[in-house]
């Protein structure tokens, strides 16, 4: 058994659930059993919640939600759980201010990420800026959320936090794009002293030709994990089928100190859509992760997704399980190895 050991927080009531028999005894993911654990129609006006992202906070949790209004049009929903599996959802979505504190509303806004740096919780998310692109916003209390100014040019998507300043910076994940359903895309690193100036980018991995499942594009999901081998990232990866795109979960782990820099990457998918409602739903075919809650002393991790644009699905491993298993199942180009700076 590996000694790889999480870095963080002692998360004690963290979500959990034993390897349930129907995980076959190879595979590193494990999904719950009672999945999906949030329905479609989970509030009035609102027809579907995926792609979402929860938090520990104050002995609970607290999540943003992807909500899929009844007119077709996404906005974050704030949720309140107590053990991060049943959860309550604020009937009014969001509402986002300026820093002067007057309300500064993006058009939409879906795929939210939450990440605690310090003592601010920043949520980032798709918006329009003249074609999709990264919203941002902070908040210290989850009653007032301050949107910073659009960080990012048009186009881009999944943006994710690092959950700490690596050399005194703060440091995120991008994936540029176009604005329609993007058919091409690789992980990008950016930089910045502040949250508002973001710059020296670099290549972080590319869709991967040789590995099907992932040949189209890649995009970033969960915030990176701290762990004693490097940062562990759990990402979305995309094939094209005669029937459209599939999206599945792959596995990597970047260098702590230059995380542009891939030590291993897992060739096989970590989960790919099996179940009925990753296979069936408003989007079929898809597992999408935004979030982990993860606890340094049991080393165990769960795995927040969005399933088939409808359903949240939560899966689990451990952090020796899914290390040793994108360690053996690594393969690495020159490009993932480099530091992305041409
Ligand atoms: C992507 C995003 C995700 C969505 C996925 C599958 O482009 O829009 O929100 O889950 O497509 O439809």
């Known amino acids: 058994m590996s000694e790889v050991k999480i870095i963080g927080s002692h998360v004690k009531n963290m979500p959990w659930q034993e390897r349930t028999d129907e995980a076959k005894k190879w595979q590193p993911l494990w999904r719950y059993d009672q999945n999906p654990i949030i329905e479609r129609n989970p509030l009035e006006g609102v027809a579907r919640i995926f792609n979402s992202a929860v938090i520990p906070y104050q002995d609970a949790f607290i999540g943003v939600f992807r909500g899929e209004q009844t007119d077709g049009v996404p906005f974050i929903y704030l949720g309140h759980s107590k053990d991060a599996i049943h959860w309550e959802f604020e009937r009014e979505k969001i509402q986002f201010t300026d820093e002067n504190g007057e309300p500064f509303m993006p058009v939409y806004a879906y795929d939210p990420r939450l990440v605690k740096v310090e003592d601010t919780y920043y949520i980032m998310w798709c918006q329009d800026c003249y074609g999709a692109s990264i919203g941002m916003a902070w908040t210290q209390d989850f009653k007032t959320f301050t949107r910073i100014e659009n960080p990012f040019l048009p186009f881009n998507r999944n943006a994710v936090l690092f959950p700490r300043?690596?050399?005194?910076?703060?440091?995120?994940?991008?994936?540029?794009?176009?604005?329609?359903?993007?058919?091409?895309?690789?992980?990008?690193?950016?930089?910045?002293?502040?949250?508002?100036?973001?710059?020296?980018?670099?290549?972080?991995?590319?869709?991967?030709?040789?590995?099907?499942?992932?040949?189209?594009?890649?995009?970033?999901?969960?915030?990176?994990?701290?762990?004693?081998?490097?940062?562990?990232?759990?990402?979305?990866?995309?094939?094209?089928?005669?029937?459209?795109?599939?999206?599945?979960?792959?596995?990597?782990?970047?260098?702590?100190?230059?995380?542009?820099?891939?030590?291993?990457?897992?060739?096989?998918?970590?989960?790919?859509?099996?179940?009925?409602?990753?296979?069936?739903?408003?989007?079929?075919?898809?597992?999408?992760?935004?979030?982990?809650?993860?606890?340094?002393?049991?080393?165990?991790?769960?795995?927040?997704?969005?399933?088939?644009?409808?359903?949240?699905?939560?899966?689990?491993?451990?952090?020796?399980?899914?290390?040793?298993?994108?360690?053996?199942?690594?393969?690495?180009?020159?490009?993932?190895?480099?530091?992305?700076?041409?």
Not at 186 to 214: N, T
Request: glycine share 12%; net charge negative; with cysteine.
């Open 165 to 342: 300043k690596i050399g005194g910076k703060f440091v995120m994940l991008s994936r540029p794009s176009d604005s329609g359903h993007t058919p091409f895309g690789d992980i990008f690193l950016s930089e910045s002293p502040d949250m508002i100036y973001w710059g020296k980018h670099r290549h972080v991995m590319g869709k991967a030709g040789d590995c099907w499942w992932e040949n189209v594009k890649i995009g970033g999901g969960a915030a990176p994990i701290e762990t004693t081998e490097g940062w562990l990232l759990f990402y979305h990866g995309v094939t094209g089928t005669c029937n459209g795109f599939v999206y599945s979960i792959g596995g990597a782990i970047l260098d702590i100190d230059n995380p542009s820099i891939v030590k291993y990457r897992c060739r096989d998918f970590l989960l790919t859509p099996e179940k009925w409602y990753e296979e069936r739903g408003f989007v079929p075919n898809v597992t999408f992760p935004c979030a982990t809650i993860h606890d340094s002393v049991s080393g165990r991790i769960a795995i927040y997704y969005g399933a088939a644009d409808t359903y949240v699905g939560l899966a689990f491993t451990t952090v020796e399980e899914v290390t040793a298993y994108i360690k053996e199942h690594s393969q690495v180009t020159e490009s993932d190895t480099e530091p992305g700076l041409h």
